[in-house]
């Protein structure tokens, strides 16, 4: 079982920056596939960034890419998403996912992919 624990959201002003952590208890990051994903209100959720387990594939939505990163700290067992230059359309919560330990090398873009979810966390960016 693998439990994630977000934080780091909250308000910003457009242009600027933000890093959203998720920790997690019961496996190590270093061998999990990791995304986050965003939810806005009215909307499906959807993706963001992902890296496989070995953390050498990454994959960004075309929405973030060159704004945002993806990170692991194995030591802290935590991932980042750092998020700069933000917009007003990146207000959201945004969501830290794990699959199956090792079970996949791929970046996957799929919800179904992912087993296990954090709480969310509010990002709001204003005009």
């Known amino acids: 079982q693998v439990t994630l624990v977000e934080s780091g959201g909250g308000l910003v002003q457009a242009g600027g920056s933000v890093r959203l952590s998720c920790a997690a208890s019961?496996?190590?990051?270093?061998?999990?596939?990791m995304g986050w994903f965003r939810q806005a209100p009215g909307k499906e959720r959807e993706f963001v960034a992902a890296?496989?387990?070995?953390?050498?594939?990454?994959s960004y939505a075309d929405s973030v890419k060159g704004r945002f990163t993806i990170s692991r700290d194995s030591a802290k067992n935590t991932v980042y998403l750092q998020m700069n230059s933000l917009k007003p359309e990146d207000t959201a919560v945004y969501y830290c996912?794990?699959?199956?330990?090792?079970?996949?090398?791929?970046?996957?873009?799929?919800?179904?992919?992912?087993?296990?979810w954090g709480q969310g966390t509010q990002v709001t960016v204003s005009s």
């Open positions: 890296f496989g387990w070995t953390g050498i594939n990454t």
């Open positions: 019961g496996r190590s990051v270093s061998v999990l596939p």
């Open positions: 996912a794990a699959g199956s330990p090792r079970s996949t090398t791929y970046a996957s873009r799929l919800r179904e992919q992912y087993d296990y």
